[in-house]
């Protein structure tokens, strides 16, 4: 016994042009294969404590080859450093605020701060962490056992803050 078979229905004809796809199987893999590296990227480097991005000038007596280790240190830990030679430290620390009994053996300026001295990178990270309200801090001299000096370090180091409202401990380490 054979059925009747239905004809189907006419199709409408359209003039507008065929729907593509707007995103494929490739088109899919590509753009996840860009966007998870970028955003991994982008998450490390906003990690507190990661500074890759984070510019720092640093002003030195030109005959000081601690300044430069000091400066390479820096870069170690992520920072971009351009070391200036000066014979006016001096005046560049009145500039910058800083007292005369803080003088270090350099001054750096980042991320709005003055940074003077052998400060261990922890120290700097935490201040552009917080972004207190201070001008910048100090490990005034040339202690040993710090960041770009040799030696043993000589018992707790002192770092002190500095700014419109005097000086205070920042950091002891």
């Known amino acids: 016994m054979s059925y009747p078979v239905r004809p189907s229905p006419p199709r409408k004809l359209s003039s507008a042009p065929p729907r593509k796809r707007l995103l494929g199987r490739r088109g899919l893999l590509l753009g996840t294969a860009v966007i998870i590296p970028v955003g991994v990227i982008g998450i490390w480097e906003s990690r507190p404590g990661n500074a890759a991005s984070t510019t720092a000038t640093l002003y030195k007596n030109p005959q000081c080859s601690c300044c430069e280790s000091y400066a390479s240190y ?3 830990h992520g920072f971009d450093v351009k070391v200036i030679p000066s014979n006016d430290l001096e ?5 910058h605020g800083v007292p005369t009994a803080l003088d270090g053996c350099h001054t750096t300026v980042t991320a709005g701060y003055v940074v003077i001295g052998h400060i261990p990178v922890e120290v700097v990270q935490r201040l552009l962490k917080e972004k207190p309200d201070i001008t910048g801090i ?8 710090t960041p770009g000096m040799d030696g043993p370090k000589q018992g707790p180091l002192t770092i002190y803050a500095f700014g419109k ?3 205070s ?3 002891t380490v």
């Open 74 to 76: 820096l870069g170690d």
């Open 165 to 167: 409202s005097g000086q």
């Open 91 to 95: 005046l560049i620390n009145q500039q």
């Open 169 to 171: 401990v920042f950091a």
């Open 138 to 145: 100090s490990l005034p001299g040339m202690p040993s056992g």
